[in-house]
């Protein structure tokens, strides 16, 4: 390889793939959770992904699996800035009123609970602009869409899993989220840090003591994400495995190690290669001389 190619290869080295500031801030959350789930003992399975229902080619996804104190919860993390609360909900009723003589109806708008269906952030402005307010379908619905079509794909696996009742549960950040409005043990809206107390208000004392092998390698076969880590330690992608040695700045080749699904292994060299990634819809492309490693997690969807 001549000298121009070689500083082309050195400069490729020094263009490092970095996570964007959303994506880098929901790991965030996820990682606390992982955190506090390690603490525990639990059997934890992250990000895993289901192909969905309906669409072709599209996953459904959750934050983490658990399965402990004998019973199996489906978690979702989220990092929302600000207050949340359920949205006020109004209906209109009939009003009789009295003028002079006469006797009337008229109607009149009045508060009627809450939409727990519906969840509201309110969060002040960076500048102080004032409060701005979103509203979001309540994550524990997609969480239980979630279960249910999971409970199909592992019936396929073990059909016990059709009869396992399968809990779910969100997780607020610590820091970022005031929940205090919709907090809740018995229905699951918590935060991060209370999850394993969650789990442990839902013990299952049939089984918290001797789990059942069956459940764990049956959840173990849900696939996750693909995947990249990047020079800088980071996943990237959520597209066994592919790992990339470099063998100097200057050197002509880096070493390309492919680990097979069957266990065998091939060595090859790559003087340029690079991943092509189709990422919800938008194309990617990443040189292997910026990656150090890559996952293959939906090779079982495929």
């Known amino acids: ?159 016990r899993f059709s009869r396992l009742f399968i809990i779910p549960v969100v997780g607020f950040s610590d820091t970022e989220s005031d929940i205090s409005a919709i907090r809740s043990l018995e229905e699951g809206l918590v935060y991060i840090s209370e999850i394993p107390e969650f789990i442990r208000q839902h013990r299952n004392e049939r089984f918290a003591a001797s789990p059942s092998q069956w459940i764990i390698d049956s959840l173990g076969q849900v696939p996750t994400w693909d995947r990249i880590l990047t020079r800088e330690n980071e996943w990237i992608q959520e597209v066994k495995s592919i790992s990339i040695t470099r063998q100097g700045t200057l050197s002509d080749h880096d070493t390309v190690r492919i680990l097979q699904v069957n266990g065998k292994t091939e060595v090859l060299a790559s003087s340029k290669g690079q991943v092509n990634i189709d990422k919800a819809g938008e194309r990617q492309t990443h040189k292997l001389r910026n990656i150090n490693q890559v996952r293959i997690g939906t090779h079982a969807l495929r």
């Open 1 to 159: 390889m001549g000298t121009w190619r070689r500083l082309i290869r050195s400069l490729d080295a020094l263009s490092n793939i970095r996570l964007d500031e959303v994506s880098a801030y929901g790991a965030e959350g996820e990682e606390q959770a992982q955190g506090f789930l390690a603490e525990e003992g639990y059997y934890s399975f992250f990000n895993r992904i289901i192909p969905h229902p309906q669409k072709q080619g599209v996953f459904l996804e959750t934050d983490a699996i658990i399965y402990g104190e004998g019973n199996v919860f489906c978690v979702e993390i989220k990092r929302y800035k600000g207050r949340i609360y359920f949205p006020p909900k109004s209906k209109v009723v009939k009003v009789s009123k009295k003028f002079l003589f006469w006797d009337y109806e008229t109607e009149k708008t009045v508060f009627d609970g809450y939409d727990n269906s519906r969840i509201v952030k309110a969060k002040e402005g960076n500048y102080g602009e004032g409060v701005f307010y979103k509203e979001f379908a309540n994550p524990l619905g997609k969480t239980r869409y979630y279960i249910h079509h999971l409970k199909q794909f592992l019936s396929k696996i073990d059909q």
